[in-house]
């Protein structure tokens, strides 16, 4: 009986996988990297000689030679000293022996260098692992389930469409399982983030990139649960259709002559039993993928704020600052350094120290029961006036949804206008406080007013920011009801 392994060490020798699980395995990796690129250009091979100054440049970027692993080499206590192009001859001639390398004799003596195709084979598939695609969600899922659930191409193609349904559902799957190990990669890539920098560039560049707002967002879009539950429930219902069993029977029968009907029947059956168990595996995997992506954004938050307490080039500078006060100015106040004490560059935007630098710590004044006034309780006609008063300036300072159709009804236009950020003038903080009565009560049923927020209609635009006074607003607009 012919195995697989019969037939791959009829075409490879055991040594040809063998040198890729040991200690040098990282050598060898390289070496053949480089070795296929170059024989991959020049169909005439490469002469001994030139191997043998790639092997080298090799080594000296990456020495990882471990003599145990050389059959030739007789092992001591004592590693042996070994001139670089000593140690090159003996990986290349192992490649050879190997079989990833083989090596002609010419007429003239000259022995040239050829890339193996099984090597050629093998080497490709290491660099789709080393480099993996760019991981994608399309709609095969999506697709199997539309057309499972489309009774009038069933009827018309019964087998060519279940035949379709199970490749687009393992293709499906697999492009699950990558998303799933594109997360774990991320996960692990943020665990070694030695900088913030690193930290935030998986979470930006790469995972909301690549990952977040292309797979996970379609796989969240495409509401596989109920998808699922109506093409399986359709499976279920094939299985018990006599006139598209029969059908599909009819067609694999013509496809195949040889068999009997009781065979292409359990062709049929065993088929859609195949479809519908993988069917089953799309929801476990999915919410696989969800438990790791809730994993990421665990660790990454984490990771960011260890790296924040750590490795903060402006923790440093601000401890250094205060280290320094503290040695050469004890007992002053901030107040009386005037310039003689030189800040760091603030690099957060519009930073002010917001209660001035007399003192960097202010104990809170505490009141004893005693400095409490007591309540009178007889209330005068003076007392009830100023309580109105105060009631009546609370009202006009409070964000309420009249404050905000006040403002609006103040903006120009009339009934259907649509007026901008860029276009109304703020200033001060009783003009701020009206913009934020308008978006507080955007959604209010008394809002004489809609709100509408590019960025929000639009996930594929930029805010943009209108400067107002010493204030910057993100442009959104009005429109009047």
Request: net charge negative; glycine share 4%.
């Amino acid at each position: 009986m012919s195995t697989f392994s019969n037939e791959l060490f009829r075409e490879v020798r055991p040594e040809f996988l063998r040198i890729l699980g040991g200690a040098s395995a990282p050598l060898y990796v390289d070496v053949l990297d480089v070795l296929e690129q170059e024989t991959g250009q020049r169909n005439e091979g490469l002469s001994r000689e030139e191997a043998l100054a790639i092997v080298a440049e090799v080594l000296e970027v990456n020495p990882r030679l471990i003599f145990e692993d050389l059959e030739d080499i007789e092992v001591t206590h004592q590693v042996p000293v070994l001139t670089t192009r000593e140690k090159s001859r003996l990986v290349l001639d192992r490649l050879i022996r190997a079989g990833w390398l083989e090596e002609q004799t010419q007429a003239d003596y000259q022995r040239l260098i050829y890339f193996d195709p099984n090597g050629s084979i093998l080497l490709a598939a290491l660099r789709r692992i080393a480099y993996p695609d760019a991981t994608v969600f399309s709609d095969k899922l999506v697709s199997v389930c539309a057309a499972i659930c489309n009774a009038t191409a069933l009827a018309e193609q019964p087998w060519a469409q279940i035949e379709t349904c199970a490749d687009n559902l393992q293709q499906g799957l697999a492009e699950l399982r990558a998303m799933q190990k594109s997360v774990e990669r991320l996960t692990r890539r943020q665990i070694e983030a030695q900088t913030l920098g690193d930290n935030l560039r998986v979470v930006y560049d790469e995972y909301a990139e690549h990952v977040a707002k292309t797979c996970y967002a379609e796989l969240v879009r495409a509401q596989l649960p109920t998808r699922l539950a109506e093409g399986q429930q359709r499976l279920n219902d094939l299985l018990n259709d006599s006139d598209l069993l029969y059908q599909m029977q009819t067609e694999v029968l013509r496809r195949d002559t040889s068999i009997a009907a009781e065979t292409a029947m359990a062709r049929v059956r065993n088929k859609l039993d195949d479809l519908s168990r993988a069917m089953e595996r799309v929801l476990p995997l999915a919410d696989l993928i969800d438990q790791r992506t809730a994993e990421f954004t665990r660790r990454s938050l984490a990771r960011f704020r260890y790296l924040q307490e750590v490795v903060g080039e402006r923790r440093g500078q601000v401890k250094h600052l205060f280290e320094r006060i503290n040695r050469e100015f004890s007992g002053w106040r901030l107040a009386d350094l005037d310039n003689t004490l030189e800040f760091p560059t603030l690099t957060v935007p519009e930073t002010r120290l917001l209660v001035g630098r007399d003192s960097l710590y202010q104990p809170r004044a505490r009141r004893t029961l005693e400095e409490n006034e007591p309540i009178l309780d007889a209330v005068t006609e003076a007392m009830r006036e100023r309580c109105k008063k105060e009631m009546e300036a609370a009202l006009r300072t409070s964000l309420t949804v009249g404050r905000a159709n006040r403002f609006v009804e103040c903006l120009p236009g009339g009934k259907g206008a649509r007026i901008s950020t860029e276009d109304f003038s703020v200033y001060g903080t009783e003009d701020v406080a009206d913009v934020i009565a308008v978006l507080l009560h955007a959604e209010s049923s008394e809002a004489r007013f809609r709100v509408e927020v590019p960025r929000v209609l639009d996930d594929a635009a930029e805010g943009m920011l209108d400067r107002k006074d010493v204030y910057r607003l993100e442009r959104f607009f009005i429109i009047k009801r």
